[in-house]
Every structure is written in C-alpha cells, then in structure tokens.
C-alpha cells in the first residue's frame, strides 16, 4: 500500500472507531478478501459465510481498540479471520481443509519459462494438498493474498524470520518435486 492509501484508510478506520455505518466502506473493500481467505481453509460455503460474519462481528466489536501496529489493517482482518478458522477446527477436533484453486496454482507456477500441461497441474495440486497446514498457510499468504513477511508473522502470529524460513522450505519442497524456479523475494 502506498502511504496515501494507508492515510485514506486510516481516516475511514478512525471514523468507524466513531461511527458503525462508516464501517461498512472497510466491509465492503475487504468482505470478498476475507471471504475468498477462510473459504480456501474450509471449502464449504455456509461455514465460510458463518466464519466470516464472524470475523467482521470481531472486527467491529474490537475496532475501537485497535491500533496501528506497522502492518496493513487487512492483515489485522486476516489474523481474526485465521484465529476463527483454526477455533471451528479445534472445536469439531476436525483437520483443517485447503481448497488450492488450479488459476491460484498457475499463477504460482507462472514465473517459470515452460508450457504447463493439465497433468502436471493435476500432480501438483495433488502435491500441495499433501503439505504440512503450516507450510500451505505461508504459501496462501504470500502468493495468494501477496502478504509480505511482516504480515504473514503478524497473521500467523511467528516471528519475521519464521515466515521466512516456513515460506523457503515450503518453495524448497516444490523446487524439489516440480523442478520449478519459484522466486523467494524478500
């Protein structure tokens, strides 16, 4: 986000800090992240929908307290919607679920030079769902909803270098099996 974006946000925040009808801009601008988020993690619509009015009941009901804290508010809304997530699944003793959408694979695997047939993007989204939840979350978030690792660490809630780390291992594993040349940016 550019500094006058992070500004113009922070002026709708502090509004809907005063205000609940200035809150449904910053519904509106983040519902379908969100949404789109939490529906990878349970593939199922209604629960979706339930886990994500959930997250913006949090965020409303907590907005008056929160404060700027060197990352984007968007990923303050991904670390509740993560917290409810991993709540439902540790509450029904279920495992959690990554739905890997094959466009999200493809742009993944866009960086690379060669044709990419539909067997391989078959294996490869077979490949992935096998991932320990952990290394699939970083991956979520830093190519799927472009987080940088000061966001992932705050969502997740690890340290900087933790992302890192679960973010090159989980690159590293792909490498690997796929013989692809994935960019590790900082």
Not at 79 to 84: F, G, L, Q, R, V
Not at 124 to 133: A, K, R
Request: hydrophobic letters at 35%; glycine letters at 2%.
């Amino acid at each position: 986000m550019t500094d006058e974006e992070i500004r113009k946000e922070h002026e709708i925040i502090e509004r809907s800090k005063k205000d609940a009808n200035a809150f449904s801009e910053l519904y509106e601008k983040y519902f379908d992240r969100i949404f789109n988020f939490i529906h990878r993690q349970t593939d199922d619509e209604d629960l979706t929908g339930d886990l994500c009015s959930q997250t913006f009941i949090i965020v409303m009901n907590s907005l008056p307290k929160y404060e700027f804290r060197g990352v984007p508010f968007s990923a303050w809304l991904y670390k509740i919607a993560s917290n409810e997530v991993r709540k439902h699944y540790r509450k029904n003793k279920t495992k959690q679920v990554f739905s890997i959408e094959e466009l999200k694979i493809r742009e993944l695997v866009d960086q690379n030079d060669e044709e990419w047939d539909e067997e391989l993007i078959q294996r490869m989204l077979t490949f992935m769902s096998d991932l320990p939840t952990d290394m699939l979350q970083v991956l979520e978030l830093r190519f799927f909803e472009d987080k940088d690792f000061k966001e992932i660490a705050f969502i997740l809630d690890i340290s900087e270098s933790g992302a890192k780390m679960r973010t090159y291992r989980a690159l590293d594993k792909l490498r690997k099996n796929f013989d692809l040349k994935i960019r590790y940016n900082e």
